[in-house]
């Protein structure tokens, strides 16, 4: 069985704080998925990544896929109230294993960001 | 807009009666999941249906729980005889292709409480 340990589980910061959130596993994955999740919808992805050392940004979110693709993080510059949200991470397993096609989700770090 | 739609979106129920969930993927797309979602908390994978292939259906927490996809399209997650613990959010997502890099679009829930 695969594991996502996902951290802080939860962050309140003031408006333009910089923050990061870890996910780490001893599995490795073929990829790793973030997603955040507004009350009473369902999560909507933010990246994908699947090369082990990739980094990726999006706008003031920056995304990094460890070197052995056990890990990832987020990292968010400046962060705005509307930030504010639960985040999520999934790794979906690989290729001829049996959590291939699946993905498996971190506990989750709700985000709060005061004005 | 042709997003994944779920029914009903709340449903409460009393101990020991049976429920069922709906699920309307995206059209075309040929893998469909269902999650559990406890308050706050990450996604735990329940069932897992890829083209015509067997269902994984290695997350089922028990027996009480079951899902079938007809047509390829649109899947019921039953629940017999519930359970208090059985309160969560029933997330539904359907995927492309089931490749690494497709994503996979989540319905907004389906929010199960059970008295």
């Known amino acids: 069985t695969q594991l996502l340990e996902q951290s802080p589980q939860f962050l309140s910061i003031q408006e333009g704080e910089n923050l990061t959130v870890y996910c780490n596993s001893s599995?490795?994955?073929?990829?790793l998925q973030w997603y955040r999740q507004e009350p009473g919808e369902g999560p909507v992805l933010l990246v994908t990544?699947?090369?082990?050392?990739e980094v990726k940004k999006l706008k003031r979110l920056t995304f990094q896929f460890g070197d052995a693709r056990k890990d990832s993080s987020l990292h968010i510059t400046a962060a705005q109230p509307g930030d504010t949200g639960l985040y999520l991470c999934?790794?979906?397993?690989?290729?001829?294993?049996?959590?291939?096609?699946?993905?498996?989700f971190g506990q989750g770090t709700i985000l709060t960001v005061h004005p | 807009g042709a997003g994944v739609s779920q029914s009903p979106s709340n449903k409460v129920t009393e101990k020991g009666k049976d429920v069922e969930l709906r699920c309307d993927p995206i059209?075309?797309?040929?893998?469909l999941y269902w999650y559990r979602q406890s308050l706050g908390q990450g996604l735990e994978f329940l069932i897992y249906?890829?083209?015509?292939?067997?269902?994984?259906k290695s997350g089922l927490p028990s027996d009480r729980f079951s899902a079938e996809r007809t047509g390829g399209s649109v899947s019921t997650l039953t629940i017999q005889r519930t359970q208090q613990e059985d309160s969560a959010v029933y997330l539904c997502?359907?995927?492309?292709?089931?490749?690494?890099?497709?994503?996979?679009?989540f319905g907004p829930g389906t929010r199960l409480t059970v008295l």
């Open positions: 997502a359907s995927r492309g292709s089931g490749g690494r890099t497709d994503t996979q679009y």
């Open positions: 599995s490795v994955f073929s990829s």
């Open positions: 990544v699947v090369t082990g050392g």
């Open positions: 999934a790794g979906e397993g690989e290729a001829g294993g049996t959590s291939y096609g699946k993905l498996t």
């Open positions: 059209s075309g797309h040929t893998a």
């Open positions: 249906f890829q083209g015509n292939s067997a269902p994984d």
